[in-house]
């Protein structure tokens, strides 16, 4: 693996030895050698050195900050996301103790299980 990187990386020099304002498309970056900083490299995903662009270059394909900008945004609706989940997740966990602590006082309250009850409840105290 690291031969390829190496490999790629050495083309990318090379590219930016023989690049063409004219060509209309960004420079492929080198990579990162380490395995932690490779994982987290976004431009791998960015498949934009095939063909010529024609006319102007969209600002996501050449700004650095506008890719930058559309990953915050990608994140920021990923927490919006979360936070949607969170919050249902937490009014199922108060409805579902809400109906648990119902049960519990319906059962203290019923007559025939008030003994038994009470001695649960000093059983559960020596623990």
Not at 41 to 57: A, K, P
Not at 67 to 90: P, V
Not at 96 to 102: A, D
């Amino acid at each position: 693996m690291m031969s390829a990187i190496r490999k790629f990386n050495n083309y990318c020099l090379r590219l930016e030895e023989l690049y063409d304002l004219s060509y209309a498309i960004p420079l492929p970056t080198p990579l990162p050698t380490k395995l932690a900083e490779l994982h987290n490299d976004q431009t791998l995903f960015e498949d934009v050195w095939i063909t010529r662009s024609q006319g102007e270059i969209p600002l996501w394909l050449k700004d650095c900050e506008v890719r930058l900008g559309i990953r915050a945004l990608f994140k920021l609706d990923r927490c919006h996301e979360e936070q949607l989940r969170l919050g249902m997740e937490a009014d199922n966990l108060c409805r579902w103790y809400g109906r648990e602590l119902c049960a519990v006082e319906f059962a203290l309250w019923q007559p025939q299980h008030k003994c038994y009850c009470a001695v649960a409840f000093i059983g559960d105290m020596n623990l």
